[in-house]
């Protein structure tokens, strides 16, 4: 299993450094470029890597423990205002906060406070729990617990059935016509069928296409946010094909160049429920084992015809990651 590599160690420390740093810190701002410096990480990929080895997502983190360090500070200190205890947990205002904790608790601050002190002073307080809510205002995060966290997220992500076939290889230029989609897209096929209908329908009087022989077609998704930090409605996908370089292009029809250098190659046969999966894969799973770490630049998806996964309502699909060694 991964989890005794050195290289797996060494992700776990730079997490774990993050983790402290939001800790100490939950009181300021914080922004990705800087957990990601924190980390030594590309802010490119650091959260999606946060999320695939956490189970949680870089933000979802922060605000969670913002909160459950607001439940101490409440109920330690009755006496001390809600708009202090905000601040103090780095919420922008005390109505931000007011939102954040009554989405969680189902209540506000102020009642929650209320309702705890009434319990306590009647007897029905469950003393043990809201000692730790008490301690977790100062308490630090427990290397332990995240390390054996991790290691047993990295463990179940090597047992899933993906069957993947994963590879560091130097790839080449490549210019891309594509045509971009801004919006939401998970889960939505019909949306591509739509893209690449239309993109294929500039292509092949072109000659770029040739339908006789799909498995010569290179088609290439680009993904340019990331879902769990970019709102639905300004994602931004672009679906094209490989082209040569002089392609000229017009219209909806862009072009782009993905730039040359290393990137590991994960190919999966894989059904649409899977890429979720699949993503958490190479970066909860192989990342943190092979020695390398994310580079600056665009990850894609490469899809491949003609091996018969389409028969069977699956895809082959190769995702696309750009690398360097560990520093």
């Known amino acids: 299993m991964y989890e005794n590599s050195t290289q797996v160690r060494d992700y776990i420390q730079r997490i774990n450094c993050v983790m402290d740093y939001i800790d ?72 931000a906060f007011s939102r954040a904790f009554s989405a969680r608790y189902g209540m506000s601050p102020s009642r929650w ?57 130097n790839r080449s230029e490549t210019t891309v016509a594509y045509i971009r989609h801004i919006g939401p897209y998970a889960g939505d096929a019909k949306l591509f069928e739509g893209l690449y209908a239309r993109l294929y ?4 009087p072109r000659g770029l296409v040739d339908m006789e022989h799909p498995e010569k077609c290179a088609e290439i998704i680009i993904y340019h946010d990331d879902p769990s930090v970019t709102e639905p409605e300004k994602l931004r996908v672009s679906a094209g094909i490989v082209v040569p370089a002089d392609t000229e292009v017009s219209g909806e029809v862009g072009k782009l160049t993905i730039p040359p250098g290393d990137y590991v ?39 491949a015809h003609g091996s018969g996964a389409e028969k069977e309502g699956k895809f082959d699909v190769t995702i696309c990651l750009p690398v360097k060694p560990m520093k």
């Not at 000692?131 to 047993?152: F, I, K, P, T």
């Open 201 to 204: 329908q500039w292509a092949k």
């Open 24 to 95: 100490r810190h939950l009181g300021e701002a914080m922004t990705l470029e800087a957990l990601a410096s924190v980390a030594g990480f590309s802010p490119y990929h650091f959260h999606r890597i946060f999320a695939a080895m956490v189970g949680e997502t870089l933000f979802g983190f922060i605000g969670r423990l913002r909160l459950e360090r607001s439940l101490g500070l409440l109920y330690g200190d009755p006496y001390r205002p809600v708009t202090d205890v905000a601040l103090a947990c780095g919420f922008s205002s005390p109505a």
């Open 113 to 169: 406070r209320k309702e705890r002190l009434e319990k306590s002073n009647t007897g029905k307080e469950e003393s043990s729990l809201y000692q730790v809510l008490r301690n977790r205002g100062n308490a630090e995060v427990s290397h332990l617990v995240y390390d054996e966290y991790m290691r047993n997220f990295i463990v179940r992500r090597d047992s899933m059935k993906l069957n993947p076939e994963a590879k560091v290889v």
């Open 265 to 303: 190659e994960a190919r999966f046969i894989i059904g649409p429920e899977d890429f979720g999966e699949a993503w958490g894969w190479v970066c909860g799973t192989w990342l943190p084992a092979s020695g390398y770490q994310p580079g600056d630049g665009m990850c894609f998806e490469q899809y």
